[in-house]
């Protein structure tokens, strides 16, 4: 079971977002999105989550449309964590990861076992009375991933896709996040992020997508797309890339940059 895209075009009028994209998000392979802003990465995502429809193209969860498949059925399977989803009602901590839990068939008790071993994993068990309003930006963050754990809970291949899931969260709790989706592809779960730093995602990804101006511009495992070449290509920025055990690291050239004030 996989996710493909094939051939897929997105357009707004006459300007075109995003020109024959072809992907492949497979079970058991940390994937990583990375571009510019306004590269086109947003829309692809919501492409993917069945927010928007292609104009041309086509997106398949395991061999069939995706606009084919019912949303619950589809729910059971992928969980999708978009940037700073809004809560305006008054549930608390563990109501929020119980949401993930809606797809599924599962017994109350059952629901909320799971509900509390995510807390769990994110650190938040003490918090999930709180009202989650109340809640700090990381929390919230840390809250909603708990959610998406708790709806792909059942035995993989199942899928996260994950816009920016980290971008509230100081530096330890950053590597957590990582560290567990590293954790679920080695469990043959499937995980799709966008993710800004070049190199977190260097150290912890499969494979790196690079959209420029709509297109991929370059996908492979990161020793292969992480290099001078490519980085400038993609965000007109020098560095230099240096290996430490098999990993490459981007330390940008910072004479290279001009600031104007």
Request: charged share 20%.
């Amino acid at each position: 079971m996989s996710i493909q895209i094939k051939s897929l075009t997105y357009q707004i009028g006459k300007k075109v977002i995003l020109s024959d994209i072809n992907l492949t998000i497979a079970p058991g392979e940390f994937h990583v999105l990375m571009g510019k802003n306004g590269a086109g990465k947003s829309t692809l995502f919501h492409l993917l989550c069945s927010d928007l429809k292609p104009n041309s193209g086509e997106i398949y969860f395991d061999e069939k449309p995706i606009q084919s498949i019912p949303n619950k059925a589809l729910a059971k399977q992928r969980a999708v964590l978009t940037q700073n989803p809004e809560i305006n009602f008054p549930l608390s901590c563990i109501d929020i990861v119980q949401l993930g839990r809606y797809p599924h068939e599962t017994s109350d008790s059952e629901n909320l076992e799971i509900a509390h071993a995510s807390l769990k994993i994110v650190d938040l068990l003490d918090k999930k009375t709180q009202n989650y309003n109340t809640l700090s930006g990381g929390e919230k963050q840390r809250a909603h991933f708990a959610r998406v754990l708790a709806q792909i809970w059942e035995a993989p291949p199942r899928y996260l896709l994950l816009d920016e899931p980290i971008s509230s969260l100081d530096l330890p709790n950053q590597i957590k996040v990582l560290e567990l989706c590293k954790h679920l592809t080695n469990k043959n779960y499937g995980v799709f992020m966008i993710l800004h730093d070049l190199n977190l995602a260097s150290r912890y990804s499969d494979k790196i997508t690079f959209l420029s101006e709509g297109k991929i511009h370059a996908s492979g495992s990161p020793n292969e797309v992480i290099n001078e070449e490519t980085i400038f290509e993609v965000f007109n920025i020098e560095t230099d890339v240096i290996t430490n055990n098999n990993v490459n690291m981007i330390l940008p050239k910072l004479d290279k940059i001009g600031v104007s004030v």
